[in-house]
């Protein structure tokens, strides 16, 4: 039986979808390199679990969009989580990469989730007016405020999983960018944090 750490509250439906999605990433994996493959053994702690902790800092944002979606981290555990907290809430991925792309739809089909996948770069796509942008393992907090810049409605907020390096990464960015930031410490790593970012502009 699958349990969530300390302080990651999910219903049993959620579970079992959550489980659902495991096995499909495991399926599809030797194909085409989802997740590393030293990382498989701990698919729950390090890539599900980091990734459902950020949903409740999302709030109610309607329109979440996540960039460089890859394996679905952390989209299509937000499009899950979504299925019983938020039904109303659409998830829009962002992957250029056709085979991961071809994953994510299946994830969604499967799961009967309210998600599109965009096979497009990121600097391609006209602006998406998110109520929640996110990304994980994307690019460095500089190039990421470009993006939620542009992608971010104007009330909306930014949700960016970093490692250890976060705190450096923030100070290059304040050279370049204003921006308020609330830092959530990660409750699957001790040294990574969520940063959440709001009324970014150009310095």
């Not at 599109?116 to 190039?143: H, I, N």
């Not at 050279?175 to 009324?199: C, G, Y």
Request: charge should be neutral; glycine fraction near 6%.
């Amino acid at each position: 039986m699958v349990i969530a750490p300390d302080g990651i509250n999910v219903s049993r439906e959620t579970i079992e979808d959550l489980g659902k999605f495991h096995d499909l990433l495991l399926k599809w994996n030797p194909k085409i390199n989802l997740v590393s493959k030293s990382s498989i053994p701990v698919i729950w702690e390090r890539h599900i679990w980091d990734s459902v902790q950020i949903v409740p800092i999302g709030g109610d944002g309607h329109h979440w969009v996540d960039i460089g979606s890859g394996g679905g981290f952390p989209a299509l555990i937000v499009a899950i989580m979504a299925k019983s907290d938020h039904p109303t809430r659409k998830v829009t991925m962002v992957e250029s990469d056709q085979r991961k792309a071809a994953f994510l739809r299946t994830v969604v089909r499967e799961l009967a989730l309210n998600a599109e996948v965009v096979v497009k770069r990121v600097e391609a796509c006209v602006g998406l007016q998110a109520d929640v942008l996110s990304a994980r393992a994307l690019a460095d907090l500089d190039q990421l405020l470009g993006y939620a810049d542009k992608h971010l409605s104007k009330s909306g907020k930014a949700l960016f999983l970093k490692g250890e390096t976060w705190e450096n990464e923030v100070e290059i960015a304040r050279r370049t960018w204003s921006f308020d930031l609330r830092v959530h410490q990660s409750k699957t790593s001790p040294s990574a944090a969520i940063l959440e970012i709001k009324d970014i502009a150009r310095v």
